[in-house]
């Protein structure tokens, strides 16, 4: 039992780090990110400065995508 909590507090803290956004500021808007407004793309964690970004990002991200990882 000890053992199945070790490796479910060791899948939630690896969850977390991967989920870290991996741009710091807005790609919509260049202003910096918002904690807990984020969209996954192509296996990436985006992170926005407001909802109305994720949004406009969300409706099309192939198009948004292209200014992830520069
Ligand atoms: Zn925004």
């Given at each position: 039992m000890k053992t199945l909590l070790s490796i479910t507090a060791a899948v939630i803290a690896a969850g977390s780090a991967f989920a870290?956004?991996?741009?710091?500021?807005?790609?919509?808007?260049?202003k910096p990110i918002k904690e807990g407004v984020t969209s996954e793309y192509k296996g990436k964690t985006v992170g926005f400065c407001c909802n109305n970004c994720k949004a406009r990002f969300d409706s099309n991200p192939d198009k948004f995508g292209k200014k992830i990882a520069k």
């Open positions: 870290a956004p991996v741009n710091s500021t807005c790609i919509m808007s260049g």
